[in-house]
Nanobody
């Protein structure tokens, strides 16, 4: 079992930045593919970014968001720059036991509780 705990959400003005963190339990963190998803009110959960041996981003965040991981700290990060009001959502961290690119929520095995990001215009 892997437990994921997100932090770093909050309220920010458009154009601002936030860094989300996701701390994972367990001793095999480096073997997991990690992803970030988000869900806005009334919308389905959508893929944001993934970290496997490389990184992959949704087109809507490419060039603005950066996913990174520190395997020594069992932590994955999402640096979000140039935030827009449409980035407002609950952001979720997810872990996948198979170390491969995955961009749909069904492919992930473990989820955090989510952290709210609100971007004011």
């Amino acid at each position: 079992q892997v437990q994921l705990v997100e932090s770093g959400g909050g309220l920010v003005q458009a154009g601002g930045s936030l860094r989300l963190s996701c701390a994972a339990s367990g001793r095999t963190f480096s073997r997991y593919a990690m992803g970030w998803f988000r869900q806005a009110p009334g919308k389905e959960r959508e893929f944001v970014a993934a970290s496997t041996g490389s990184t992959y981003y949704a087109d809507s965040v490419k060039g603005r968001f950066t996913i990174s991981r520190d395997n020594a700290k069992n932590t994955v990060y999402l640096q979000m720059n140039s935030l827009k009001p449409e980035d407002t959502a609950v952001y979720y961290c997810a872990a996948r036991k198979l170390f491969g690119l995955a961009t749909t929520s069904e492919m992930y095995d473990y989820w955090g509780q989510g952290t709210q990001v609100t971007v004011a215009s």
